[in-house]
Nanobody
Framework: VQLQAFGGGSVQAGGSLRLSCAASGRSFSNYAVGWFRQAPGKEREFITGLSWNGATYYTDSVKGRFTISRDNAKNMAYLQMNSLKPEDTAVYYC?????????????????WGRGTLVTVSS
């Protein structure tokens, strides 16, 4: 499975962006999907995940503002980001895991897309 994240850009604080993650090569409907981000000078962090059967997990930093979803028919995953803050500035990555449940560990994900940069200005 090849993944590609896109949809990043620059936005003012309080604004919204929708990131997309396109999967190719094979269906990833049975995979868990995760979104990670990496801010300058910081480690990559897990922010949200979605299992194959719809279970979701959000870290406290994005809960209530971000929404993860997927469209298995289109082999796509999405991250709707609302009420963006300057501290959300980072490169965002989507990842796929051959797992029946959501995992927050980067090393549990076998497939990674190239990141897309999100910049939030105050």
């Amino acid at each position: 499975v090849q993944l590609q994240a896109f949809g990043g850009g620059s936005v003012q604080a309080g604004g919204s962006l929708r990131l997309s993650c396109a999967a190719s090569g094979r269906s990833f409907s049975n995979y868990a999907v995760g979104w990670f981000r990496q801010a300058p000078g910081k480690e990559r962090e897990f922010i949200t995940g979605l299992s194959w059967n719809g279970a979701t997990y959000y870290t406290d930093s994005v809960k209530g503002r971000f929404t993860i979803s997927r469209d298995n028919a289109k082999n796509m995953a999405y991250l709707q980001m609302n009420s963006l803050k300057p501290e959300d500035t980072a490169v965002y990555y989507c990842a796929g895991a051959r797992s029946s449940s959501v995992t927050s560990r980067p090393d549990s994900y076998q497939y990674w897309g190239r990141g897309t940069l999100v910049t939030v200005s105050s």
